[in-house]
């Protein structure tokens, strides 16, 4: 057996010598200089969120593991897992010569293979095949594959790494990289696992225990079988004894101990997130693996982000989210037809403070959970948006400033009108419909002539897509632009279309609040921005996206539009309703689109901005003869469903904090001349109906049929 089991072993050690050395030979080239991967393996890492006051969002990882350097390692581990596994490991080289000799024997006497004789540093470099394998499951098949060649390959690097690397780093890396079963890689999530504490405050029985879970996790669980689990622990024991690592009399001690376990589930991903956070958690994940200040190509960034081991701090206010997500889920029920979506952005900034769902972040739709974030575009993990009505119009209005046109801009605006002939980028739009695709207001006595404080107050339809036929469809789509509206939703580009005007083309509550974010910085328009700062477990910090802020409108147009904007939420405008309890100035402009599928209101203060709005999920529900949180709607309006929403989550996030008033322009009112003939509002009347309109005839090419309300 001696002689058999020594020519094996040098034909194992020397590949140059024997037929089974010439074999090993051609499958371990390349392993002359064994790769840095082996030497400092690349191990995947849980990834920790942050909000901005330093509480954590969720854990994310593909393999949950907390990498420790040896003197954050209990000395009880480190002697138990060395006692059990490879009691000569600080002896022998990378091979033993005497372990497998007795193995060799072990095995012949049983007439089976119940006895290994690997190394724990040959484990060690099998496990680093695995886990650069990854999510592979060819590749770990391979890795883990039990022939000639694969054993030889494992044995040569083996051989160079004890000549490379201390015993001791060896050992710290085996117990950072080896599986403990139940979702645990390494001591340290073993350790929280199944005690809900550090590796280094483990006890001797407690590290005994994790000890002997390597050679079989499954069997060994002392979760599902703990009398298999406690006797395991105590071989490893009474090994800690016989290497006198641990006295007779601590033995006894932990031998008496039950096991003691305070297992904890695995937490992982956005799922786990706390306070409605998993959609903002999820955003994040986009843009890690989206932005290139994360790596060159997607598959850098994927790398990145599944390596893990990075601590992020978001932009996310934990009190803002709390008075967003408060908002969402007390006016709508997660059982009703429709559902509401907030999303809160710092003017001047563009930082993300808020992002809340009425339906909550999961997979169970029994639960009405659901993973689509209604509050960002498609590309970032939401759905293809929805149409904003009338919260467009600010716009057009922005547009119409900036090309020169005064903030008393008067236009006839009668009660319905024939789209006009406009121009495009490209050329120029016709109504070539027959017949010609007609715009009405709500009411046959809304008509004008109207100026631009009061047409915005009472979101008429006609006013403005007159002023879009003056500066003509390209200047409005070069103002969306400017404010970050560069394609629709789901990522196709905006059409040049009148019923731009009326908000026909699917947005985002993200999209929407920046813009409105835009308006409060006077003309400042921000990236939006979700992450502050990013590290990596050992203290280094990552690049994140740098945050580009550009003028893209003059102070001028900036105060006119707050303050025809605030006239909305004055006592004439739509939004009247929607004061804040210590009445502090506030604009914004409401919104409905087609057939009452969607409804906004998207508000401000100079500190804040927030865009929230209401519908079916799938932009498929009429909010006509409805009920929502309990409450019957014969129709449902931007100031009548969002607005109450948007009026809670900013009475909440903004209590206690300093009032500011936002930069206003002096707008002379017009002079009314009453028109004895008319039966409706006239020129300016305070009676005119502040409510959507429903155009009617031929829908616009590139459009639907909107329905947009002011």
């Not at 376990?261 to 409605?276: E, F, R, S, V």
């Not at 906004?600 to 498929?620: I, M």
Request: proline letters at 6%; a negative charge.
């Amino acid at each position: 057996m001696s002689v058999l089991s020594g020519v094996l072993l040098a034909g194992l050690v020397l590949p140059v010598a024997g037929g089974i050395g010439l074999t090993a030979k051609s499958t371990a080239e390349g392993f002359d200089e064994i790769p840095d991967d082996f030497k400092t393996p690349p191990l995947t890492q849980a990834t920790q969120i942050f909000d901005s006051k330093g509480g954590l969002i969720a854990k994310v990882y593909e393999r949950d593991r907390t990498v420790l350097t040896a003197d954050q390692m209990s000395p009880f581990m480190r002697h138990a897992q060395v006692d059990i596994e490879d009691a000569r490991f600080y002896e022998h080289g990378a091979v033993d010569l005497k372990g497998v000799l007795r193995a060799l024997s072990k095995n012949a006497e049983s007439g089976t293979a119940a006895q290994g004789a690997s190394t724990l540093t040959q484990q060690y470099v099998k496990n680093v095949n695995v886990e650069k394998a990854g999510e592979d499951k060819g590749a770990v098949q391979e890795a883990q594959r039990k022939t000639l060649g694969r054993k030889i390959q494992e044995l040569k690097v083996a051989i160079r790494l004890e000549e490379e690397l201390p015993k001791d780093q060896i050992l710290t890396n085996y117990l950072n990289i080896t599986f403990y079963g139940n979702g645990a890689y390494g001591v340290e999530a073993a350790s929280q696992r199944y005690f809900s504490k550090s590796n280094k405050d483990l006890t001797i029985a407690e590290a005994a225990t994790l000890a002997g879970l390597v050679q079989n996790p499954s069997l060994y669980d002392p979760k599902l079988h703990p009398v298999a689990a406690q006797k395991r622990r105590d071989i490893v024991i009474d090994k800690m004894v016989e290497n006198k690592h641990i006295t007779a009399d601590q033995a006894k001690e932990a031998k008496a101990a039950p096991l003691g376990l305070k297992y904890k589930d695995p937490q992982n991903g956005c799922i786990t997130a706390k306070a409605g956070m998993g959609f903002f958690c999820d955003y994040v994940r986009h843009v890690v693996k989206q932005d290139p200040a994360f790596g060159k190509s997607a598959e850098d960034r994927k790398k990145l982000w599944d390596t893990g081991g990075l601590n992020i701090y978001t932009t996310l206010d934990p009190d803002k989210q709390a008075a967003a997500q408060n908002a969402v889920t007390k006016n709508v029920n997660v059982t009703d037809p429709v559902s509401a979506a907030a999303t809160m952005v710092e003017p001047g900034t563009g930082k993300i403070l808020a992002m809340a769902q009425t339906r909550p972040y999961g997979l169970v739709t029994e639960k009405n959970q659901t993973v689509v974030n209604l509050n960002v575009d498609l590309a970032m993990g939401g759905g293809t948006g929805f149409q904003p009505g009338s919260t467009f119009k600010p716009v057009v209005a922005a547009a119409a400033l900036e090309a020169g046109l005064p903030a008393t801009q008067e236009y006839e605006s009668p009660h319905e009108l024939p789209y006009p002939t406009m121009k495009t980028c490209e050329g120029t739009w016709k109504n070539d419909a027959r017949p010609k695709t007609v715009v009405p207001n709500e009411s046959a006595g809304e008509k004008g002539p109207y100026q631009l404080k009061m047409a915005m107050a009472l979101s008429v339809n006609t006013y403005f897509v007159q002023m879009e036929q003056e500066i003509g469809l390209c200047a409005v789509k070069q103002m969306a632009n400017k404010l970050g509206i560069t394609a629709k939703a789901s990522g196709k580009p905006l059409e040049e279309v009148p019923a731009m005007a009326l908000g026909v083309e699917e947005m985002s509550p993200l999209t929407m609040a920046n813009v409105y974010a835009t308006f409060a910085a006077e003309g400042t328009h921000c990236d939006t921005i979700a992450i502050n700062k990013i590290t990596t477990v050992e203290g280094k910090d990552v690049p994140v996206p740098a945050g580009h802020c550009e003028k893209v409108f003059s102070e001028t147009t900036a105060q006119a539009l707050n303050t025809i904007l605030n006239g909305v939420t004055e006592n004439k405008g739509t939004g009247a309703a929607l004061n804040l309890e210590d009445d502090r100035q506030i604009a914004g402009k409401t919104g409905t689109s087609d057939h009452k599928k969607a409804a906004w209101f998207d508000g401000y203060t100079p500190q804040l901005a927030t865009a929230v709005w209401l519908g079916g999920p799938a932009g498929g529900v009429e909010m006509r003869d409805i009920t929502i949180n309990g409450n019957y709607y014969g129709e449902v309006f931007g100031a009548t469903g969002p607005g109450p929403i948007w009026q809670m989550a900013m009475n909440q996030a903004l209590r206690g904090t300093p009032e500011q008033s936002l930069p206003m322009a002096d707008i002379p009112d017009p002079v009314v001349k009453p028109d004895p003939s008319s039966t409706g509002t006239g020129t300016g009347s305070p009676t005119a109906t502040p409510r959507g309109t429903t155009p009617r005839g031929t829908t616009p090419r590139g459009t639907t049929s909107p329905d947009p309300e002011g």
